[in-house]
């Protein structure tokens, strides 16, 4: 079985400024070590579409989209919020990015291939139903996992979230749905500062303290989320892939290696493979330190691909 790629090239023209991490060269320092590694011909690649309105209306609200299409400038940068900004081709590129979980949701769901991943930016978990933030427009992984709910061949899903920050977006839009298990692990006290007193069924956090690393997130992922994730029994699995807690990534205080995020994807495999026939999404979220980012995404791939 195959592993498809999904990205277009419209997600390297969503640029918030020469001082911002989130920058258009992650794409390339990605692509660029999976040639150079003799990887991405094993992949099989795909065009992002767009997301239609009414993919992106199953997790956001009308008014909230509209407002975006108001604010879109026709030159320059304008600014959502202090991290958060749209250049004139930011929100093309945040529908491609939505529109490439609701591709790779099709393509799993017919059998096409086993597994997705999907190299987007701008990235999506921070999106709320109705709010920007957090360098997120789109929540590209809530929209895949609307869509395949909204397909009917599946009736319980379960995202994970391994980026340093906790997808707040993500658990927003989600909170109370009998038919999807967020799990998320997270440096804590950190951005967003998720008041973590807030709890809903469906939300499994895993908190881990700043200054700690691989030992401390995998006791973290074998004891909060593995026990939920068995009794959830999700038919589809997504994750939301940010790499963004390495040890390298200036963005963090974790010590994560691209060990680590072997270690869980290999987890994560072998729970698909149990209860969902093997499928998962992965969609891109965090990672500011080129190198560290292009080798976790591959070691990322290397175990979605065995
Ligand atoms: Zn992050």
Redesign the pocket.
Known sequence: MHTAYISHPLCREHDAGPWHPEAPARLAAIEDHLIATGLDPLLRHYEAPQATREQLLRVHDAAYLDALDLRSPEHGVIHVDPDTAMNPLTLEAARHAAGAAVRAVDLVLAGEVQNAFCAVRPPGHHAERRRAMGFCFYNNVAVGAAHALASGQVQRVAIVDF???HGNGTEEIFHHSEQVLFCSSFQHPFYPYTDLNFRAPNVVHAPIPAGLGGEAFRVAVDEAWLPALARFAPQMLFISA?F?GHRDDE?SQLCLTEDDYAWATRVLHALAAEHADGRIVSVL??GYDLPALARSVRAHLDVLLS
């Open positions: 980026d340093v920050h940010g963004d963005m979220e965090g």
